[in-house]
């Protein structure tokens, strides 16, 4: 299935009377501020998520998966999947695929489809997490970090192997969530662990191309239960620190202890120079996988207030980072669900556009606490939607994407091709 | 210190314009939704929350105090103050009175000022928490939990105590927030300790006047750092259950473990009919007394839902529930912080009242789990200041109470009338 | 395969007269404190935990599974695997078995085959966590608790066959962990839900017959992971009030918030007559079903200080409640670690056991707190490991149940018999 | 008040023959393992945990203190009351100061004291986080990190003069907890807070005599309750690396999120060479300063399994890092509490030093989890008071130490001596 540019025109034709006059009275609003709307426009308009192969499907918990239907049955499909997303939102204009999940067996025709799509590769994801059929060596007891030099020569050849599917794509980054860990005290020697994964990511590193870098993600725990190797954000940041200047540090939103603060460390890394970019979700409990912005709305302004700030003392644009949803979609439509997520996402970051920075840094330096949370809130109270749904429409894209795809019957069309009962690879 | 009408008219005046038209923008927008906003400033205006005694000065923690200035001297300053922020805001009509450290030694007086201040007496509080100079039992290891009789009959007459002071006043409500725990395994007999209280609380219950009610508030932990008697809101409701009808449980947002799901909690006291009220506040990590909506604004609006909902089940308006704001103001000045809680409480209200409860029964009932979400966020997302600004102008109060609070250097009068290191009774 | 009774004498001997010193000087000790070993040593040996069926496999995570080899590939095959844990330690007499996992076809059969290997039928466990292929209704937005009558209903009716199997087979309770929730804010009315479970538990009791219970299990969250219809104990404990006196509350280690005290919780229930016993397991983070003892010992401890002390007080032995282990065992052989399980819950039963409750009351009675610590870790600090094994040993198991485990080999027997690649159905 | 040595021999003679017989049973046993009873013995004789100033009063909490009696009056009062104990348990050899609550005044005469009592200075401690009496600059908005570089400077002036009276005492080291943070989002820029923290700690750092160190704590939260500057390992390490080798990272226990892994933050600190120290305490819900091992005691076992094998692979002894006990005696007597603190401390480095350290690796290389978690269990299990008790014993102190302070009335002698309603400085 295929959305058409005229089937997106008539949709906002539809809207664009009532769109145009919140957008009018936002774009007054903001000037009022001093506020130059359409530049903020633009930087929603460039900024651009990248879509996991891996959450087209329904995910499922260790209790069970209640499977939808429609789901894409191949990579072509799922790139197809992505397409869909894009052209409703122009904002999901990249994948990052999953090997062994994912394998692209003819990069060409893959990138032929991307390319009309007008989807890139983003970063490749590796899996030690799991065994595959066949297998010669079992990550039952760790990959990177294994105490059996042959379960690690095994991993360390999947991930450069990852690291050519994606050269064949034109990624320029891969990145390595390393579940190794230990679930009870006594199982693994820790400092054992984490030479032995240094020793692996060296290999690793020596191995990626010169204009590539690799992405250290962290988790505090799950599936490993009492220790993981990457534990937290120092962790992580310690191992680039001894790999070299291309390795960075990932942040997933979910990865992190109870009341963690996530934009802190995001400064710091940020300030050290080694943020690679984001896995988006939201959580409440654990690594929930669910929906960005659905539970903690006011923690990812804030971290798009540090990526703002960050971006400008870095002299980079959003380009500049790799952002990628990672969730989980158990009860909701997983391309509905992507959709809210990234415009959650975008509101976020509209809303950090917005504050008041002069104001802000003045209200710090005078220690006034009040007006400082103020000008925050005073940003996050602001409706921004007009100026996300805005930066969609410029770009070609859906004054209210989830509207078009139910208008369009999205699924039933995918369930109809594809079948009710498929299964995408996955989780 | 008196804020006078004209003061406030004239404030208005110079922001009316520009606030019209937001009223004028918002009502048009909620209207489209068929929402009429009248009515929601209507319910905003009616909504009063309580200030307590003890919080209208400087907060600290066990590792120090900063205290600002002019802070209020005796119980008579701390009625003006709370008239200050209710002449702002008009929708801070009460005041919760503390014992002992705010004894009215003349009841009659007190009234008058409260009364020409359009101030009413909430709840009053006891205190079995701290040792009085001269108090002949010490609460070292319990009050109305401890193991020895002497001790528990000291603090069930203390309670029985500021149960008249309140009825001097014409307060309609005892609030208990019991500290009584342990530190360590073994201290105390869970069992004993439940029994006790329960024996100590049967006894001041049978002491309540006719047309008051108790209230049982509960809390994880602190000061007591193993156990608390009443841990959380089943220990509470139990207790109520076994003292009677006229026991509820009081709900402080800080006195939870991590990551509860606080609605669900309230919906369920609502649904049992035992919803004393609230106190409101904000926190990261544990009890940290935080501005409300400061950290967890959408949480803070889920719980306005559940409220919203629960208040029309059971057909009651929001004077049917006692409303106050618990928290420690360590940085901020206290009277700034309060209008800071007050206004956030209200956008949560008025974001929660604009809800499309028809829709959202819909999706509920189509297990649309995208829309149902969609319908919370739209509500969420829409800026409701202009509601509640107006509904504070209609009372007669300020659209920017902060901004005039600090126009008329309201804390430089009082540091001039206080003087600049009074320190005000509380924690 | 079968352990025969000469294969544990045998090794008994081996290890006997040190097992004999060891229990010598321990005997000595505790009887220098007065404490009659001999009557702790038939405590023990008369405790008994139930093994549930789903156990017996290799678990795993959402993220994987990594089975071992040798997986019980049947009902019977199961009941085998646990009489062989029973021959070894004697603590595990008993079976739960989980519908539809584990239907007993022919009852009289399993029934002789149990009897044969001295195993009773502990209570049976519903399932409407998951679907079922063919199964009309699907459990994707829950099952008692779901918005349309129909799936209800279908969860009842599963509900009142879960009871059939079990009358059949003599088991007395029936448990329901009930995982229906919410993954999103709005998803669902938590009144509502409430309700309608009220409902379907209340015909699910009508179903009971006269001298059985229903557990009803609570549990903080996953799989949903925003709310859970019975999330917390106060929940089970209003739900169980509403059934009526054959309702008890049943208490998985791991399904608490973060710090919760959960020894308190177990206080309180027994104090209202309303504990229906345990799910153990250990976890550091969430339902991390670990072994039980292997993270928090002391916790364990202290959870059975409370447990001897209720029983006591209800003048109950510990064949009055429901003990079971349910972990899940992801990088362990089960056997072994349910082995390990055991010995842990005897350990801490025999260190609660052997608390100078008379010391201790006096101590809290005087509020002498150092000494009431002191009194628990006294207890806890003593090497209890030789009441263990002699309650076991007396009971015809093994002094060393994981060590004669090791000396038959008995996993490569049982994967000779079953094969290397057999799964287990479970988790 | 001073405890003569024979009052202690008088008192060990009464429990010689019972606890010889203990310790030959103890010895036995682990001779049988191949464990060397009196090479353990002489570890525990050799390790020295420093009191610090401020932990020989009753503590409290932002509600209240319920002093005790006895309490020290002066800075010779408290090197007493550490005398008192190190003569007890001969484990308490040196005293932490606190700055400005404990100034030598001459320190000559202080030094001759301690050396009396056969006490050292450890690290002597600063403190930034309350204002005392006409400081010039206020603390309120943080010290080191503060936007007003004259706050700033004084913070580093008092820090380098903290340094100045360690000298004057012999002790080696500078350990500086920084409470700064911010209480709300918006309040302060993490960047900026970081940098100007590095630029103050490298001032301080240039006045550090050759042969000192700075011990650089962390803090998750508390008495911020948004963000604090040095929130968790990776910062404090982050800084140390930015200031050089005398910079090192200390560890305190309570200082973690919820269900941190700290003794995998202790072992990867240890490989990086980074670890200073410790400050001892247990905790179940935030910072709560317990009784060290009276909540979690496997956890302190699971640290000190670290630090042995951290020790060894450095070649240190148990000299070469920083051991203090850092907890608040709210409901306990402190003299009390710290001997208890300080047995626990023992009891776990006793239990690390028997783990099998041969079998542990061998289990681990051929991924006997059942085997490793058991290894670490049968040396958690052991009971090794008796090898705690005869490294006192054998050092000069008491085979019991609260036994004789309670039969020796200390507390009611220190209570005659300095009144009941003395206050010691610090919390």
Same mark, same amino acid.
């Given at each position: 299935m295929k959305i058409e540019q005229y089937q997106i025109d008539q949709h906002n034709d539809s809207l664009l009377s009532r769109h145009q006059k919140q957008l009018r009275y936002t774009n007054e609003q903001l000037g009022e501020q001093d506020i130059h709307a359409q530049g903020i426009i633009n930087e929603l308009a460039a900024f651009q998520v990248a879509i996991p192969s891996w959450a087209l499907g329904t995910g499922g918990t260790r209790f069970g998966r209640f499977s939808g239907g429609?789901? $894409?049955?191949s990579l072509e499909e799922k790139v197809e999947d992505v397409g869909l997303l894009h052209a409703l939102n122009r904002s999901s204009g990249s994948i990052s695929l999953h090997i062994p999940w994912d394998i692209p067996e003819q990069a060409n025709s893959i990138i032929s489809l991307a390319t009309s799509l007008d989807l890139k590769f983003d970063a490749v994801n590796s899996n030690t997490f799991q065994d595959q059929k066949n297998q010669e060596q079992s990550y039952k007891f760790g990959s990177l970090s294994h105490v059996d030099p042959k379960v690690r020569k095994q991993a360390v050849e999947h991930n450069i192997e990852v690291i050519r599917y994606g050269k064949d794509l034109g990624s320029k980054a891969l990145s390595i969530w390393l579940s190794d860990g230990s679930c009870f005290p006594g199982q693994s020697s820790f400092v054992k662990s984490f030479q032995y994964t240094l020793e692996s990511l060296q290999e690793i590193y020596a191995a990626l191309p010169d204009d590539w870098k690799v992405f250290v993600e962290y988790k505090a725990y799950e599936p490993n239960f009492y220790s993981t190797v990457i534990q937290d954000w120092g962790s992580s940041l310690l191992f680039c620190q001894k790999l070299g200047p291309k390795a960075d540090v990932l942040v997933d +939103?979910?990865?992190? +202890? $109870?009341?963690?603060?996530i934009e802190q460390i995001v400064a710091t890394l940020m300030m050290e120079g080694r943020l690679a970019g984001f896995h988006f979700n939201d959580s409440k409990?654990?690594?929930?996988? +669910?929906?960005?912005?659905?539970?903690r709305p006011y923690m990812l302004f804030l971290i798009f207030v540090e990526l703002v700030d960050g971006m400008k003392r870095a002299g980079k644009g959003s380009d500049g980072y790799a952002w990628m949803i990672d969730a989980s979609h158990n009860v909701k439509d997983p391309l509905e669900d992507l959709l809210q997520s990234v415009e959650a996402i975008l509101l976020a970051y509209a809303q950090a556009l917005i504050v008041d920075r002069k104001k802000l840094e003045q209200a710090r330096n005078e220690n006034d606490v009040v007006l400082a949370q103020q000008i925050l809130q005073n940003a996050f109270r602001t409706d921004v939607r007009p100026l996300v749904r805005e930066s969609m429409r410029i770009n070609?894209?859906?004054?209210?994407p989830i509207g078009l795809f139910r208008n369009l019957n999205v699924r039933s069309e995918l369930m109809n091709e594809r079948g009710k009962l498929t299964v995408a690879t996955g989780l």
């Open positions: 429609g789901e $894409p049955r +939103l979910g990865h992190h +202890l $109870p009341n963690a603060n409990y654990g690594d929930d996988d +669910l929906t960005v912005g659905s539970i070609g894209g859906c004054i209210d």
